[in-house]
């Protein structure tokens, strides 16, 4: 095969050992690999009632197939999974290099199940693989186990693992890449840690073979000048990364403040792309055949937040910022840190201390139960929080639940933020109609990367939407989660893929993706049959999360009953009853939500 | 009448040389509309920019009234 490898490398934890096997061809063509393959073996071998921290859960890892090609961003993996934080389906998409080295082992996927008695970590070397004792780096973080591990198998070699919040099983646990990238959503790192599994330590030199090398690197080489062009001119996402959205977001009046109390932050300067780099940059620091490179190497050189790593990115801004009614830059910053040495997803760690900040407040908390005060913009209580969560301590271990089961366990479930119980990213659906419909659907919980149709509402690209606007908003969510679940199985980055690989038209449209696909794999993809295997991925997802019992697809109460008290959409609530009905009728599903027999059928799925 | 205009992370720029953060407040006639406050400053006026009024998405022609703020920003995936 081409673009696909066809081989997967199946490790049973219960009893260590290791299996090669082939993978269907005709799944690859289907499924389009990455996040959808990954969903295709989910979706056969996992009980989608089953105890996501059970031994019966599987664990997979998901290279797609222009993973490890020349295509600019061809740089990301997937892990899929039954959520613990959601009691439906994870899948959390993470750059770097480590999904590189893990497609130039050979395998398109890693499927791991079962549970090790004690802890361990795997070391794949193409076809040597190895379950070994990781005792020794049992507790440690996310950056001293990536460096132990790296120099007792080889330097050349790129380490997936899991911090202190993974082992605890919090479930806003993220499993960490090359120490800073993140498969960060749903508590991904919490079923590794299920499994003892620690780490995974990957290194190959089977880069997939092409179908068509010359067009392959011609058609990369384009889009790579499309992108130098742009960042020439002077990118935001260039200069800034994405900690240029604050201003944009405030600007708007979506800015997630005081845990979605207001949608403005009046201390947005104090934490937004200029504060960042004019006092903590250091330099840009791409993912792997990235012409964007919009990561950043960051600093706080001296004080008692003194710290070096990546970032934060506008989410973690957003979450541990404004969320937490945080400025103080130097503190966030930390914060960010802590987040990635303990392995945490920085939205569903923000959002969570934001809930607790309000309940708190409020009164619905008290000071005795938590250990000390916990004000909005108190920056060191939130940097406590953190690492009582990670670690469990006191009442950490409520906070290590997510904010849905904390408030719901202090009686207020009025106060969480969240859809299938996974916190907001950082656009109030109040101000962004679309973003709520997404929410609200999201297979995932709440997941801008789900569907990001702020692209449109927020962002222009490619064109601009009306945000406050529910008009054409079904087609338009609808359409971008197909799109986002093709991007995330072929392999590439959404933020190049969106503005450079796709048609500049409102419903955007895969022309160029689809000859990349096709120069890679050989498939002979038709962009109208690669947006139908999108489809496809999107409906078995859909099939999973309903059987798992997770089928109402709403909002929470702030977000349908408390008008945006403030900024540009002041009064507004998401008016899901205008959006939702043509959204169902859209994806050829009944009133419920269920994909109906007829839909099935078109997509050659079976209930 | 005095009105703001914000112009956010790489428009900075093309603000005056001196501004201070990104926004400044100036004096317009009345009447303006928010394509007439931008082409001075240089503001790409075409889809690679987005343009809003008090935040909200306008028709470019629309008149900008006292105390009002026309903000733009690069067209740009992100977030």
């Known amino acids: 095969m081409n673009g696909w490898h066809g081989r997967l490398l199946r490790i049973n934890l219960t009893t260590q050992t290791t299996s090669i096997e082939t993978i269907d061809p005709q799944v690859c063509r289907d499924f389009i690999g990455g996040r959808g393959v990954a969903m295709w073996y989910i979706s056969k071998e996992v009980d989608p009632q089953v105890d996501p921290l059970s031994p019966d859960n ?161 058609v990369s080489v384009d889009t790579s000048k499309n992108v130098g062009a742009d960042v020439k001119k002077g990118s935001n996402m260039r200069i800034y990364g994405t900690s240029y959205v604050p201003q944009v977001t405030n600007t708007l009046g979506i800015f997630p403040t005081n845990n979605f109390q207001q949608g403005t932050f009046e201390h947005t300067k104090n934490i937004d792309g200029d504060a960042l780099k004019n006092q903590y940059l250091i330099r840009h620091t791409p993912c792997y055949r990235c012409p964007l490179s919009c990561g950043r190497l960051t600093e706080v050189p001296d004080g008692k937040y003194k710290g070096k790593g990546e970032g934060p990115e506008y989410e973690t801004i957003s979450s541990l910022g404004s969320g937490c009614g945080v400025h103080d830059l130097a503190a966030l910053v930390k914060a960010n840190y802590l987040c990635n040495e303990y392995g945490m997803d920085t939205i569903g760690t923000g959002m969570t201390i934001a809930a607790a900040m309000e309940m708190y407040e409020k009164g619905y908390i008290p000071e005795s139960v938590i250990g000390q005060p916990l004000k909005f913009g108190d920056h060191d209580a939130m940097i406590d929080m953190i690492k009582k969560m990670a670690h469990r301590e006191g009442f950490g271990n409520d906070l290590a639940m997510g904010s849905y089961r904390l408030c719901e366990k202090y009686g207020h479930p009025e106060i969480a933020v969240t859809t299938r119980k996974q916190e907001f990213p950082g656009y109030d659906p109040r101000g962004s109609q679309g973003m709520g419909l997404l929410y609200a659907t999201s297979n995932k919980g709440a997941s801008h990367m789900e569907g990001d149709v702020a692209y449109e509402e927020v962002f222009g690209v490619p064109v601009k939407e009306n945000p406050l606007s529910t008009d054409g908003k079904a087609e338009l969510v609808k359409h971008f989660e197909d799109a986002f679940a093709l991007i995330d199985s072929s392999g590439l980055c959404v933020f190049v893929a969106i503005r450079y690989v796709f048609s500049k038209d409102r419903l955007i449209f895969p022309q160029r993706l689809s000859e990349m696909m096709n120069f890679t794999t050989g498939a002979g993809y038709t962009p109208e049959e690669i947006m139908k295997a999108a489809e496809r991925v999107y409906n078995i997802e859909r099939l999973f999360v309903l059987k798992a019992g997770s089928t109402e697809d709403t909002l929470p109460y702030r977000m349908l009953h408390e008008p945006l008290p403030d900024g540009p959409a002041k009064g507004k609530v998401v008016e899901l009853d205008k959006m939702l009905p043509e959204f169902y009728q859209l994806r050829g599903w009944d009133e419920k939500g269920w994909p109906t027999k007829e839909k099935l059928e078109e997509l050659g799925l079976t209930m | 009448m005095r009105i703001n205009v914000k112009l956010i992370a790489n428009y900075q720029s093309l603000l005056p040389a001196g501004t201070i953060g990104n926004t400044i407040e100036l004096e317009a006639p009345a009447g303006i509309s928010v394509l007439q406050v931008l082409t001075p400053f240089g503001v790409p006026l075409d889809d690679t920019s987005v343009i809003v009024l008090n935040g909200l998405t306008v028709d470019l022609n629309t008149p900008v009234s006292e105390g009002d703020t026309v903000a733009a920003f690069s067209a740009i995936a992100g977030g």
Not at chain 1, 72 to 98: D, I, Q, W
Not at chain 1, 177 to 197: P, Q, T, W
């Open chain 1, 58 to 218: 599987k664990l997979v890892f998901a290279a797609g197939p222009l993973t490890a090609t020349p295509a600019p961003t061809g740089n990301r993996y997937m892990v899929v999974t039954k959520s613990p934080l959601t009691g439906a389906l994870a899948h959390s998409n993470s750059g770097g290099e480590f999904p590189t080295w893990m497609k130039r082992t050979g395998f398109d996927l890693f499927i791991f199940e079962g549970r090790a008695e004690g802890p361990v970590y795997v070391w794949v070397d193409e076809d040597r693989v190895e379950v070994r004792a990781a005792a020794h780096v049992w507790g440690k973080d996310t950056h001293e186990t990536t460096d132990i591990l790296k120099a007792e198998t080889s330097d050349e070699a790129r380490v997936a693992c899991i911090g202190p919040a993974g082992e605890n099983l919090a479930l806003m646990a993220a499993i960490m890449n090359d120490k800073h990238r993140a498969a960060a959503r749903s508590g991904v790192g919490a079923v590794m840690g299920s499994k003892n599994l620690k780490a995974v330590v990957a290194m190959g030199n089977k880069n997939p073979d092409l179908h068509d090398p010359t067009a392959m690197r011609d």
